[in-house]
């Protein structure tokens, strides 16, 4: 992968297309080399068969370098390797994700996925995927994990604004500060950060209650 991770970053999931992708160019060079050593058998069947052989190499090249990388805060997409292409989806961007896959795709380990972003392009699907629901799986565990790894940050942060306000404050605190800290506890209780009953003692500390 030649984008690189930002910081705290892991690499969860590293997978790209099926090998069948690569089976029809190198089955349409092996029959061409079957024809062409039946028929001419000299050196000019040799030079053709030696440069036919780069369009199976070229396909094979790009094949390895079009990956997708999942890791704890992002879907990365590279394509290419002459010329080179890269997107990016943040976790916290998508929306959905989705795969399906046909009998052969059953039995030989392959199927497309669906992924259902808020950016402008709105849905992405990408064809005859190495294990789609593998993909799926980890993109889903992914974002439950992100999800509670901010909710978590709020909240350590929101207690220890609370701890400095308390340690810091020694008289009555303004009724403009007591209004932001509420604000900050409703929007911890509405992503579910902290409970209703959390909510109500942190609320009646503020209050003076």
């Given at each position: ?6 910081k ?17 160019p190198?089955?349409?060079w092996l029959?061409?080399?079957?024809l ?7 050196t000019?069947a ?8 780069l ?7 790009n094949?390895?370098?079009n ?6 805060l ?13 997107k990016e989806?943040?976790l ?9 896959q ?5 039995i ?23 294990h ?22 709020q ?11 308390n ?13 932001d800290?509420?604000d900050?506890?409703f ?16 609320k ?5 209650s």
């Amino acid at each position: 992968m030649r984008t690189a991770l930002k910081k705290d970053e892991k690499i969860l999931l590293i997978t790209r297309q099926h090998w069948l992708k690569l089976v029809l160019p190198f089955f349409a060079w092996l029959l061409l080399t079957i024809l062409l050593i039946w028929w001419l058998n000299n050196t000019t069947a040799w030079i053709i068969i030696l440069l036919a052989a780069l369009y199976p190499l070229f396909e094979y090249i790009n094949w390895r370098h079009n990956l997708w990388s999942v890791t704890n805060l992002r879907i990365i997409d590279e394509t290419g390797f002459f010329t080179r292409y890269s997107k990016e989806s943040p976790l916290d961007k998508i929306n959905n994700v989705e795969y399906d896959q046909s009998v052969w795709g059953r039995i030989f380990g392959f199927g497309n996925v669906d992924i259902q972003t808020a950016a402008e392009m709105g849905e992405t699907k990408y064809l005859l995927i190495h294990h789609p629901k593998l993909l799926k799986d980890t993109i889903t565990h992914a974002q439950e994990e992100y999800k509670k790894t901010q909710l978590t940050s709020q909240a350590n942060q929101l207690a220890e604004a609370i701890a400095r306000t308390n340690a810091t404050i020694t008289t009555q605190p303004s009724q403009q500060m007591i209004a932001d800290e509420l604000d900050k506890l409703f929007v911890l209780l509405q992503k579910g950060a902290i409970t209703q009953e959390e909510y109500l003692a942190q609320k009646g500390k503020l209050m003076g209650s």
